[in-house]
């Protein structure tokens, strides 16, 4: 079955505790993003990745940092997690960048920074 | 930044009726998508319309686009119960990047 994978799907933290969700696909797409959504603004694209070893902020990178070592994984980090950083994270995938074809989601990480 | 803005934020109907979002955008863009998304899960694509095409269908949806306008309508006709989700936009910038930008989205909520 064609899925992405976010683990964990739920997350309590402290403030500066370093952490990474995890996000894999295996439908062999290039693309790879990382949103995350917060009530009333949407989503907003944090980084992107067009391939292995390539990757672009998007609108919201600060305080985050992401990897691109195999085509399948793309994890998100947050070396100093921050209480604004409190948001529902989502992973997509698409064949190719961004809006050209269908992207697919996780079912997304509520993350929690106290 | 936003690209994509949907109006209108929150709509209520009965089923049966028709629902219609727009979404507007500001820069130029290749390619326009609509999502869904229930309850805080994971967003799942309805439709792509690319630049060139005005009006495109799938089932009960009817996706066009005006790009001297900047603007998109997705129209869900005899609606039903379980179309009730968050619906967003999604835009490339057509600027020599490769980012995606949603929306904020429409609430559609469809009574029974």
């Known amino acids: 079955e064609a899925q992405v994978t976010q683990n964990p799907r739920y997350l309590i933290t402290v403030t500066g505790k370093k952490l990474t969700v995890t996000c894999s696909q295996n439908?062999?797409?290039?693309?790879m993003s990382w949103y995350r959504q917060d009530p009333g603004l949407g989503l907003r694209q944090i980084y992107y990745?067009?391939?292995?070893?390539?990757?672009d902020k998007g609108d919201v990178p600060e305080g985050y940092k992401v990897s691109r070592k195999e085509k399948r994984n793309f994890p998100l980090i947050l070396e100093s997690p921050s209480p604004n950083q409190t948001s529902l994270y989502f992973c997509?995938?698409?064949?190719?960048?961004?809006?050209?074809?269908?992207?697919?989601f996780g079912q997304g990480t509520r993350l929690t920074v106290v | 930044s936003q690209q994509g803005e949907e109006d209108p934020q929150a709509l209520s109907i009965q089923e049966g009726e028709n629902a219609t979002m727009n979404c507007s955008y500001k820069?130029?863009?290749?390619?326009l998508q609509w999502y869904r998304q229930n309850s805080g899960r994971g967003l799942v694509h309805l439709i792509l319309i690319r630049s060139n095409e005005r009006e495109k269908h799938s089932g009960r949806l009817r996706v066009t686009l005006d790009t001297s306008k900047k603007s998109s309508s997705l129209l869900i006709t005899a609606s039903r119960a379980a179309d009730t989700a968050s619906y967003f936009c999604a835009t490339d910038a057509d600027t020599g990047g490769f980012k995606t930008i949603f929306g904020a989205g429409t609430r559609l909520f469809v009574k029974a």
């Open positions: 820069t130029s863009i290749n390619n």
């Open positions: 990745s067009m391939n292995v070893e390539v990757t």
């Open positions: 439908m062999n797409h290039e693309y």
């Open positions: 997509a995938s698409s064949l190719s960048a961004g809006g050209q074809t269908e992207a697919f």
